[in-house]
């Protein structure tokens, strides 16, 4: 391993932002108690100051204002050696989700999920990525899918779905006003939630496709660390909505798919982009305020879990809600929920990480916690990933709540 | 040139321009780096979220402040302490006119114990918490501690020359302060003014996505 790589890395990704977090740490510690893996273990060394150690070094030993006054006078800190980094792995990857739940704790603001992403471009450098992330991460680079759904194997999946759930499932419609994307794990294992949009979308009278140039949500170069593959990611779909000429593209029920199209795409592109993003719960709840959709509500009592990439890292939090409070006449909101509410343990990667399990499981304590203090027989949430954190912790913890897909619930109470 | 003369004269003019240098070479250090725009379309404004963002970020959240409280109570009771002291200080006051002509009203004698009083406790609030906390002790360094140490002699033979029984005393004071204008902009004590520029970069982040949390 050539350390110097992450670290030219760690420095090449320092601009004026991370600098000036870097710069304005006092390690008061007081992040710690915002992150459900320190709340979980009690561990110090997950506290999330800890996990930008390593580029707060390289930063003051080689970008810092000050740094060459430090190596003047020998006092420069020492370089990151193969081992720290290596030590660190399962801080960055294992243990951060990059749920940003700890920058609200900080007095000084600081957004450490941004110092992990810069520590996972540096970890990338030098093949410090978890084996798990690494696979998927090239397997949708090389096939277009984490697991491996090429275009053809797309065809054959929307062919099965759509005699499955008896819809029809648009693929490279010329000139569709709506470009629909999903993620690998609904194309695989959430077929219902697939199922469900394209129901919705033609029920609203929608002109929309999926495309087989880009049709992958998901961005594994975000977990990873492998900004190439985000960029690639990325613009397949950016392709794929501008060859259709969409107006539109639909991010599906997959939090930090949206952010990778929404927020992201545009800064990895250099350009702005041609068509809107939207959340598929920022549009239905659009449609829902143009009095286009009608619900029934059910007379239930739910929750909702607010994944991090959708609310608290990519700004949807109304919308959701406007939608529950039509679903269910007993909506029931969780604390802390909204901005400050708990990661579910498994976002950023980390629940495909083989050696995060134990970690990951002991952190949605907190998260079924929550909810059971709700009362409502179940939880509804609008993110794969988030819905098969749920899935594999509440089959491991013989959990009895109802996990529950919005759209989903949407496609099953819509009135025409 | 006595001792005190030294301290309130050629060091302090030294101390003063390696703070102001050596501060404003470090903020504007970070700025300088500069960053690349964000294209990505906004739902809302970053220059309100970096004001936002700042003024956010002085208030703990309940939740957060809950377990923490000895904490934050320290760190108010220090800054504001602190603030007080430093600025409304009858013998800074005077300080301050000397060199910038400009003065306002001072505390009362009693008002300057008690602001003094306070950032003390506060002081040592934060410093306790440095090796009491497993976090804290995990991640302090050296200049956490000497920073800590630095202002704390500072406040304290601030106190101890505030009777002006001996002219000496003040020196002592003056020479800490001396010593910590250096050590300033050389430390974390920088935070003081970087904080809001990171503040304002996640606030700004914050805004463009249309929220302030």
Known sequence: MTVQKAIDKFVEKTGAKVASYLDACVRCGLCAQACQYHEATGDPRHAPVMKFQPLQQAYQASKDPLSPLWRMIGRAPKKVTEEELSDWQDLIYDSCSMCGRCTLACPMGIDIASLVWVMREGMSEVGLVPPEITKMAHAARDTGSPIGVTAKKLRKILDDVEKKYDVKMHLDKPHAEVLLLDSSLDYEAYQPTLAAMAKILDRLGIDWSFSSKGYEASNLGLFSGEESIARTMVERITEAAEDMGAKTVLAPECGHGYGSIRWEAPNLLGRELPFEVLHIVEFLARMHKEGRLKLKPESRALTYHDPCKLGRRGGVFEEPREMMRDLVTDYREMKPGGVTNWCCGGGGGVVVIESARKLQLESFKIKMDQVEKTGAEGVVMSCAFCHMTFDKSSEHFKWDKKIEDMVQMVERQMID | ?213
């Open chain 2, 1 to 213: 040139m006595g001792f005190v003369g030294f301290v309130e004269g050629p060091l302090f003019y030294i101390a003063a321009a390696i703070f102001a240098l050596a501060a404003a070479w470090r903020v504007f250090g970070l700025i300088r780096m500069g960053r690349k725009p964000d294209i990505s379309p906004p739902k809302g404004s970053a220059t309100a979220g970096f004001i936002k963002g700042n003024l956010r970020h002085f208030l703990p959240r309940g939740m957060f402040a809950r377990r923490t409280w000895i904490h934050i109570v320290g760190g108010y009771a220090f800054h504001l302490g602190l603030f007080v002291l430093f600025f409304f200080g009858a013998f800074h006051i005077d300080f301050i006119k000397q060199y910038l002509g400009i003065s306002w009203t001072p505390l009362p004698r009693w008002g300057f114990i008690l602001a003094s009083e306070i950032a003390f406790a506060g002081l040592i609030v934060l410093w306790v918490r440095r090796f009491s906390d497993p976090v804290m002790r995990l991640i302090s360094d050296r200049d956490d501690h000497i920073g800590t140490w630095l202002t704390f002699l500072v406040m304290l033979t601030g106190c101890l020359a505030l009777q002006q029984s001996h002219e000496v005393l003040r020196g002592i004071h003056m020479l800490f302060v001396d010593i910590w204008l250096i050590y300033f902009p050389f430390s974390r004590l920088m935070h003081a003014f970087t904080f809001v520029l990171s503040r304002g970069h996640t606030g700004a982040t914050y805004g463009r996505k249309g929220m302030n949390p």
